[in-house]
């Protein structure tokens, strides 16, 4: 048959079609670890899009809590 290629061809294909290193069975893949500064940044990306949606965050679930505290007598 033409143009019929063997499964660790067609791996070594797409790794170099994207740019990456092909790995070998039983070698487990890990990903870099980002600095510290990436990670405060994302986590400042992720608080405003919380906050944009509507969806909980640690400082409206305090809120929320002491807000619920005052109305019900708990303090």
Do not use: I
């Not at 033409?2 to 994207?18: L, Q, S, Y």
């Not at 992720?46 to 708990?74: C, D, S, V, Y």
């Amino acid at each position: 048959r033409f143009g019929t290629c063997t499964e660790a061809d067609k791996r070594a294909a797409r790794a170099a079609r994207f740019g990456t290193t092909p790995v070998k069975k039983g070698q487990k893949t890990t990903k870099s670890v980002s600095d510290a500064s990436a990670s405060s940044e994302e986590a400042e990306r992720r608080l405003k899009r919380a906050k944009r949606f509507g969806l909980t965050t640690p400082e409206t679930e305090a809120e929320r809590k002491r807000l619920r505290a005052e109305r019900f007598g708990a303090n």
